[in-house]
Each structure stands twice: as structure tokens, then as C-alpha cells.
């Protein structure tokens, strides 16, 4: 009998190992498909880690080009401000000068005006002295 028992412990204890290689291996199956899961879901993030790196990098390259040809036309229209600014100087000079040369006009007719007016009664002065 007691090879027997022996038998059925020895029995048992295979009984008990392959249960425990069993659920060792069901553990390990499920520490696989989480490692798994974890890896698809981590190259799913980078993936979208690299999609979104592309968009900000494609989204500074556009702002960019814009600010490259905001400065090219704002260069220009400082340009033209600068070519605008001296014409207007350049047509103030002229009506300036031109002010100038009628206001010399002006007062010469004044002082013709003055000389004519100091000079008419003198000739009326000389003109009656004459007929009488």
C-alpha cells in the first residue's frame, strides 16, 4: 500500500505541476499579449508623436515662408514710402520756390503800386503847376 500512495501523491503532485505549468503559461500568455498591446499602442503614439512633429515642422516651414515674403514686400513698400516721401519733398521745394518767386512778384507790384501813387501826384502836381 504504500507504493500506492506513494503512486497517488506522485499522481497528484503531476497533477498539481501540470495545473500550475498550466496557469504559468496562461500568465505568461497574457504578460505577452499586454507587452503586446503595449508595444502596438507605443508605436501607435510615436506614430502620432511623428505625425504631429511633421505638422508643427510643415507649419513653422509655411509661417516661415510667409514672414520671409511679408519682410521681401514690406521692404518694398518701405521703399516706395522712401521714393514717395522724396517727391513729395521734392514738389514742396518746387511750390516753394515757386511761393517764393510770387511773393518777390507780389511785392515788386506793391512797391510799382507805392512808386506809381507817390509818383502820380507829383505829376499832377507838376502838370498843374505847368498850366497855371
Do not use: C
Amino acid at each position: 500500500m504504500k507504493l500506492l500512495d506513494k503512486l497517488d501523491v506522485i499522481q497528484l503532485e503531476i497533477i498539481v505541476l501540470a495545473k500550475l505549468e498550466e496557469e504559468i503559461e496562461s500568465q505568461q500568455e497574457e504578460i505577452y499579449e499586454e507587452r503586446e498591446i503595449v508595444s502596438q499602442s507605443w508605436l501607435q503614439e510615436q506614430t502620432q508623436l511623428l505625425k504631429f512633429q511633421e505638422s508643427i515642422s510643415d507649419g513653422l516651414t509655411y509661417m516661415i515662408t510667409q514672414l520671409i515674403e511679408g519682410r521681401v514686400e514690406l521692404t518694398e513698400e518701405i521703399d516706395q514710402f522712401g521714393l514717395d516721401i522724396h517727391d513729395l519733398k521734392a514738389r514742396l521745394n518746387k511750390t516753394i520756390e515757386a511761393s517764393e518767386f510770387q511773393l518777390s512778384i507780389v511785392v515788386d507790384e506793391d512797391q510799382l503800386v507805392e512808386q506809381k501813387e507817390e509818383f502820380q501826384p507829383f505829376n499832377y502836381t507838376l502838370f498843374l503847376n505847368i498850366d497855371v
